[in-house]
């Protein structure tokens, strides 16, 4: 029997948890850009599964990679050592100057992992009174979806129903150093941001944010956790977004494209201060550095510096920026972005995000809404100029035609 578009969506319907409202497309094949649905519809992908396949959809060097190492060996867990994860460590430390490495499999691990490590960096290093240690986090924020994550959200939604929540995080406004530097107490072991929030919308903090935050983190003892999870690996146009301002954070957070998509890869980079207080038995994953993810994130890393992809994403982001800024429609309140994560965002009284994207469907191009009258647009990184011309055509379309 053959199933259709509808039949599947049924299928979801009737059977798995209603947590995400995904648009009614059911995909089954990609290569680079494109992504082609169960009706043979083809679609040029503007979300990247947020960010995690920069590399572009099954990118044939990392999937040769993945088949050879599976046929190999995939799993000994960390009671064992394997040849992959040393040669791993060494090429991520070499390529983003890191002295010490974890590696975990999702980016809300890794984040879990690096508020447990900078804790015990306050009691042990710093000297915080046992149980004392406070993080300071960004309103807006968005680092995952664990208990211990939704705790210190501000998103009514992510927290709504889940309490009790743990304690020990402070909220400050994103992009403000001075509440920043006004909140910092005795027992304030870290500071935790996104250099670019992604799911708030593209939020651009102010020119020269990050460079007082670092001399701040710097003057107080504070540790700057910076989470790269989508904004690293190439999507802003630099390796990691940090590189922007020129400043390096004390723990960087990167997954997602570590993979290719291919895997769930994450891993918290740092120094030996941080990370070299985690001793044996305290910390772990039965998945984290496993041979088949190593092998993976090797490749991944190799064709995303090799094929000069950063590259591509700073050149064709500009691109793709400017002419979405050329669009003339009184729908648009702002366009905004770096690289190749951008964003336009509607007026209020447009209708919201959500009925664009959904006539950018229609048109062949898949976007994501997001805080109804934002539309986020993050092609994969080995976007051509000429398929960026192909979703601006289709943008000035959708968004002429609703206005």
């Known amino acids: ?174 992009g403000d150093a001075d509440a920043l530097e006004a909140a910092i107490g005795p027992n304030t072991v870290a500071f935790l941001v996104e250099p670019i929030q992604g799911e708030a919308g593209v939020m651009i903090p102010p020119a020269g944010y990050f460079k007082r935050v670092r001399e701040i983190c710097t003057a107080r003892q504070v540790t700057l956790i910076l989470d790269e999870i989508q904004t690293g690996l190439g999507r802003t146009g630099k390796l990691l977004a940090e590189e922007h301002e020129g400043i390096v954070a004390d723990v960087t957070l990167i997954g997602k494209a570590l993979s290719g998509g291919f895997y769930p890869v994450s891993a918290v980079l740092s120094n030996t201060d941080v990370l070299g207080t985690l001793k044996p038995g305290q910390h772990g994953s039965t998945f984290g550095g496993n041979p088949l993810a190593c092998a993976v994130a090797r490749a991944a890393l190799k064709v995303l510096t090799d094929e000069d992809m950063i590259g591509n994403s700073e050149r064709m982001g500009a691109y793709f920026k400017a002419g979405l800024a050329d669009i003339r429609s009184n729908l648009v309140k702002e366009v905004r972005g770096r690289g190749l994560m951008l964003a336009v965002e509607l007026h209020p009284e447009a209708g919201g995000a959500r009925r664009i994207v959904e006539d950018l469907r229609a048109r062949g191009v898949l976007a994501k809404d997001t805080h109804g009258h934002t539309i986020r647009i993050a092609p994969p990184l080995v976007v051509t100029r000429d398929e960026v011309d192909w979703a601006l055509e289709r943008f000035r379309e959708a968004l002429t035609a609703a206005a």
């Not at 259709?4 to 009737?14: A, N, Q």
């Not at 497309?25 to 679609?43: A, I």
């Not at 992992?113 to 915080?128: C, D, F, L, P, S």
């Open 1 to 174: 029997m053959t199933l259709h578009t509808t039949d599947f969506i049924d299928i979801e319907h009737r059977l798995g948890a209603h947590n995400y409202k995904p648009l009614d497309v059911v995909l089954t094949r990609g290569e680079r850009v494109w992504v082609w649905d169960v009706d043979g519809n083809r679609y040029l992908d503007c979300l990247s599964a947020y960010s995690a396949v920069n590399q572009g959809h099954c990118h044939p060097k990392i999937l040769a990679a993945m088949v050879e190492q599976a046929g190999k060996l995939t799993l000994t867990s960390r009671a064992f050592r394997n040849d992959q994860l040393a040669l791993l460590y060494e090429e991520l430390a070499a390529l983003t100057d890191s002295h010490k490495v974890l590696p975990m499999n999702s980016g809300a691990e890794a984040v879990e992992t690096a508020i447990k490590a900078v804790r015990k960096w306050g009691y042990e290093v710093k000297g915080v009174p046992d149980g004392q240690a406070e993080i300071i986090v960004a309103s807006d924020n968005f680092h995952g979806r664990t208990l211990g994550i939704v705790s210190f959200s501000t998103d009514p939604d992510a927290r709504g129903g889940f309490g009790p929540f743990a304690p020990g995080f402070k909220v400050v406004p994103f």
